[in-house]
């Protein structure tokens, strides 16, 4: 028996009569599962919903397209012969549900796993959709699911205005400590976006909680999200996405392993140990990653080893990253410049970090970690007040 029930759970077995004879669109992926490991649209339909739609966030609904992959609709899901619709298509539109796509429904329910960082797209479709449902006069149902790496820590700052992005569309710090369902009273409450909505909360979750304390099953919500650990390390290290770095995609280690061709592992473990930073290790190694960047090349980099979960400080660690490679070997720091994710006028780290603050630092030999510290508190402090309006636990 699990400790945590999810706000499906919740719905299924305590308000079956809410979508009972409902003509409902479902917005899931494999993680939108409950504790006995069934998927929500079998459960959904078991419960007495009419499924009329299934839609797809990032990687799909099955989960097998890789990141910023453009996933194509299907024309019927093969065991419900019901259409798909994908919200990760070739274009910034696809992002959001069309008008004919929600048609005919009496409801939208969105079960989608999170992993607590504002970069992970999920918890944007959930908002884009809400947007199109209250246009749309659909009512919308968040079934709400623990933050993985928990409730309580913030990390990083605040996205100014014109660096939103599919990576960040309302101001969260990167590593946000809220659940989905209150991501969507956050966009409900604070950011003005009108729909009928309501949410399913969880029963028994605490703000504390870290995924392995609730009893339920980790499934991977991404291809590159294969362990909690992973989601640990991701507010932080998603940042070298951005740059010509592995970010250890096409290892079984993505985030927790990083490098380049070029790099001295040693050299580099050693500069990141300078930092001191808490509740880690960094273990220098070599890597070869099998597809995206340096694919069949030797990297050297670290792996970093967590140590203390409560103290680990995931963006810091990406910064302090981004911070000694430029000192160990800044040939190897080379800014992405190819769009990313929908956006081609704004330099990728500038979308992940939030304003050019941190590049224009890295690239004028002037990042001081204390000091881009010091103004990251100070954006988390103002944001804790409008954050505690929106808390559901």
Same mark, same amino acid.
């Given at each position: ?43 959904? =339909?078991? !419960? /007495?919903?009419?499924?009329?739609? #299934?839609?797809?966030?990032?990687? &799909? *609904? @099955? ?37 004919? =796509?929600? !048609? /005919?429904?009496?409801?939208?329910? #969105?079960?989608?796993?999170?992993? &607590? *960082? @504002? ?275």
């Amino acid at each position: 028996m699990s400790r945590v029930q999810t706000g499906l759970q919740t719905l299924i077995h305590d308000f079956p009569e809410k979508i009972r004879g409902a003509r409902i669109g479902v917005v899931c992926h494999p993680a939108s599962v409950d504790a006995e490991l069934r998927h929500a649209l079998d459960l959904l =339909q078991a !419960a /007495g919903a009419s499924i009329a739609a #299934i839609f797809g966030p990032e990687h &799909g *609904a @099955r989960g097998e397209a890789q990141d910023m992959e453009d996933v194509a609709d299907l024309t019927l899901d093969p065991r419900l012969k019901v259409p798909v619709h994908s919200l990760y298509g070739a274009t910034a539109e696809s992002l959001k549900p069309r008008p004919e =796509q929600l !048609a /005919g429904l009496d409801a939208l329910v #969105i079960d989608l796993q999170d992993v &607590g *960082a @504002r970069y992970y797209t999920f918890v944007w479709t959930m908002a884009l959709c809400m947007e199109a449902a209250g246009q749309a006069g659909v009512r919308v149902m968040v079934c709400d699911r623990p933050n993985p790496i928990n409730g309580v820590t913030m990390e990083g700052n605040l996205i100014k205005p014109g660096f939103e992005s599919f990576v960040g569309l309302y101001p969260v710090p990167n590593r946000h400590g809220l659940t989905p369902g209150e991501i969507a009273r956050y966009v409900y409450q604070q950011q003005g976006v009108r729909c009928e909505l309501e949410i399913l909360p969880m029963r028994g979750w605490r703000r504390d909680m870290y995924f392995a304390e609730t009893g339920l099953p980790w499934i991977y919500p991404s291809p590159n999200m294969p362990t909690v650990d992973t989601a640990l390390v991701y507010p932080g290290m998603c940042l070298v996405e951005a740059t010509q770095l592995s970010e250890g995609r096409g290892t079984c280690r993505p985030f927790e392993v990083a490098g380049a061709p070029g790099i001295d592992p040693e050299e580099l473990a050693v500069e990141l140990a300078r930092h001191e930073l808490p509740g880690c290790r960094f273990r220098p190694l070599y890597f070869r990653p099998k597809f995206q960047k340096h694919a069949d090349t030797t990297c050297g980099g670290v792996q970093i080893h967590l140590t203390d979960r409560d103290s680990f400080d995931s963006y810091a660690v990406g910064v302090a990253f981004l911070q000694s490679v430029k000192r160990v070997a800044p040939e190897a720091l080379i800014w992405r410049v190819k769009p990313y994710e929908f956006v081609a006028d704004i330099p990728a780290i500038d979308l992940l970090a939030g304003d050019d603050g941190l590049r224009l630092a890295l690239d004028g030999g002037r990042a001081d970690l204390a000091d881009l510290a010091a103004k990251w508190r100070q954006e988390r402090a103002a944001f804790a007040e409008i954050r505690r309006e929106c808390l559901l636990y």
